[in-house]
């Protein structure tokens, strides 16, 4: 089975990263060949500054090793290295639905506060199906925040099977049971996020223990005393998720645990339990980070690996479509 998952090397790595992001691609490596790629082109398309787009994608590779990806066994990339994904991307935008891209609820969201909003913000979906595509992926571990994006992946790959030949394998989605979707501890109407969220809501992965402690301590809870999820309580929902994460137990055995107790023990708990949870991470990530020769060595290997796996679809593609091949 083909895996593979992306994300983006700029802006703070927080804990919805981790859950819908880091932690499923260690736990899908298991399954079969799995490609994770350092979307650094994607990141091109908000503002930016390009020494932190260099420092964070090397970052970045240090904290997938940390969280659980083995060399060995996965690829790990970095997009630019491997040019297939910007051809990939130009030949799917002739079949990708202008109107689909339009409502993708990403865009609306970052174009609305922007002054400034570039093209490739609009056409990122496209690149993002490409990069699935082109290894001819089975499963694609991500966050439901990504939900309508892998949609329309899946769309635009049944679209240029049925006008051309068959030639792209359909992807499938895989979410977490729990936490898909993390939401910011300060507004949890919305979703955990560096750029979308608070700076006190959004915990990151690499802050130090008295810094989570402390966000947990002040995330916002509803009015009443009963640690449970309902729709009404989205900041304790969220919180009993984390900690199902955190711990691996079961939402139900926390509720029932804290029960009508209040939540100031429990916000205490739920941190404690995050800090677990990121102190050998930050150890192993600190380690990896020190050695930039190595991550560049393993980089390059991953990007060897990937140009090869994706080359023939590529080419099919080409040849598919019409283009005379020398
Ligand atoms: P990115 O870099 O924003 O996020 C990386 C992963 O983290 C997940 N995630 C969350 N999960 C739960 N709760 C949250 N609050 C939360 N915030 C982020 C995301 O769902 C994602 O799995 N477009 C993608 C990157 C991408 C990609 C791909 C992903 C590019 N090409 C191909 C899969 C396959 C993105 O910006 O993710």
């Known amino acids: 089975m083909r895996i593979f998952s992306g994300i983006q090397p700029t802006g703070d790595k927080h804990l919805g990263n981790l859950i819908g992001g880091f932690r499923q691609y260690a736990a899908t490596q298991e399954q079969g060949e799995g490609f994770f790629c350092i979307v ?5 398309t908000v503002d930016y500054d390009p020494e932190d787009l260099r420092r964070r994608t090397l970052d970045l590779a240090a904290m997938l090793f940390a969280t659980g990806l083995d060399p060995d066994r996965s690829t790990v990339f970095c997009q630019s290295h491997v040019t297939a994904h910007a051809q990939a991307s130009w030949l799917l935008s002739g079949v990708a639905s202008y109107g689909q891209l339009g409502r993708m609820t990403q865009f609306k969201d970052k174009s609305s506060e922007r002054e400034f909003v570039s093209a490739g913000l609009f056409t990122y979906p496209v690149l993002m199906a490409g990069d699935i595509l082109l290894y001819q992926t089975d499963i694609v571990p991500i966050g439901d925040d990504q939900r309508q994006h892998l949609e329309l992946a899946r769309d635009i790959a049944e679209r240029f099977n049925a006008r051309f030949e068959e030639t792209l394998v359909v992807p499938r989605g895989v979410f977490p049971e729990v936490g898909a979707r993390i939401m910011d501890l300060q507004e949890p109407e919305r979703k955990m996020s560096t750029t979308l969220g608070t700076p006190q809501g959004t915990v990151l992965i690499l802050d130090p223990p008295d810094v989570v402690r402390r966000k947990f301590k002040t995330a916002v809870t509803d009015s009443g005393r009963d640690v ?48 677990s949870l990121f102190t050998p991470v930050q150890e192993r990530y600190r380690e990896l980070r020190a050695d930039e020769g190595e991550l560049r060595r393993l980089l390059a290997l991953g990007a060897e690996k990937a140009r090869a796996i994706s080359a023939p679809t590529l080419a099919s593609m080409y040849e598919r479509m019409g283009f005379v091949r020398l």
């Open 40 to 44: 650094d082109l994607h990141s091109i």
């Open 228 to 275: 449970v999820r309902t729709p009404d309580k989205p900041g304790v929902t969220n919180l009993v998720e984390i900690m199902a994460v955190a711990t691996g137990e079961a939402p139900e055995a926390i509720e029932s645990r804290y029960g009508s107790d209040g939540y100031a023990k429990f916000k205490e708990d739920v941190g404690e339990a995050v800090v």
